[in-house]
T-cell receptor, first 114, second 117 residues
Framework: GDSVTQMEGPVTLSEEAFLTINCTYT??????LFWYVQYPGEGLQLLLK?????DKGSNKGFEATYRKETTSFHLEKGSVQVSDSAVYFC?????????????FGAGTRLAVHP | DTGVSQDPRHKITKRGQNVTFRCDPI?????LYWYRQTLGQGPEFLTY????????KSRLLSDRFSAERPKGSFSTLEIQRTEQGDSAMYLC???????????????FGPGTRLTVL
């Protein structure tokens, strides 16, 4: 079945460091891809998305490019801040079946220190 | 727009008791989803509604679980005869199906954390 694999955390960085969180997927066809973020004590929030191959999603300095050839959707940010500390989830919605459910990875915890 | 709300935020119960959670979606959203998240894992899909119709149920949703969405507005998730393995965060999300051939964005509530003793 369809699935998402993320790099294990926690990822610990100093402020202004470069961030990469790897995400690969297994799915038939062309799923839509998402990154959600969960800040401490808050609900899941959509960070960015891409709905077709080679699309780049971006928001709040974060970027991810839909790579069909490598089935990847890695999250990047050039300079992280302490406020970026959170758990990041990569997810997909299959291209068949009516767009009815998100399939999530296990999440990657990011801790940014001053 | 006040976002998706869930009630209660926390529930502690004893094994064998029944519990019911409520989700109020963003107004005018026609789709509503339930997910379950256990510690250290990503959310897992349980079921979803389009308006008042329940269109899909995951195999994770055993016979002890039932969800309703009367009148296509709020939804309830009931767990009967709770077990310790039911301890998890139960998340609700809603979206508006645009019908334009692309998945709609799902907006999540804060979740209900269930602890079964």
């Amino acid at each position: 079945g369809d699935s998402v694999t993320q790099m294990e955390g926690p990822v610990t960085l100093s402020e202004e460091a470069f961030l990469t969180i790897n995400c690969t997927y297994t799915a038939t066809g062309y799923p839509s891809l998402f990154w959600y973020v969960q800040y401490p004590g808050e609900g899941l929030q959509l960070l960015l998305k891409a709905t077709k191959a080679d699309d780049k999603g971006s928001n709040k300095g974060f970027e991810a490019t839909y790579r069909k050839e490598t089935t990847s959707f890695h999250l990047e940010k050039g300079s992280v801040q302490v406020s970026d500390s959170a758990v990041y989830f990569c997810a997909l919605i299959p291209s068949s079946g009516g767009y009815n459910k998100l399939i999530f990875g296990a999440g990657t915890r990011l801790a940014v220190h001053p | 727009d006040t976002g998706v709300s869930q009630d209660p935020r926390h529930k502690i119960t004893k094994r064998g008791q029944n519990v019911t959670f409520r989700c109020d979606p963003i107004s005018e959203h026609n789709r509503l989803y339930w997910y379950r998240q256990t510690l250290g894992q990503g959310p897992e899909f349980l079921t979803y509604f389009q308006n008042e119709a329940q269109l899909e149920k995951s195999r994770l949703l055993s016979d002890r679980f039932s969800a309703e969405r009367p009148k296509g507005s709020f939804s309830t998730l009931e767990i009967q005869r709770t077990e310790q393995g039911d301890s998890a965060m139960y998340l609700c999300a809603s979206s508006f199906l645009t019908g334009q051939g692309l998945p709609d964005t799902q907006y999540f509530g804060p979740g209900t954390r269930l602890t079964v003793l």
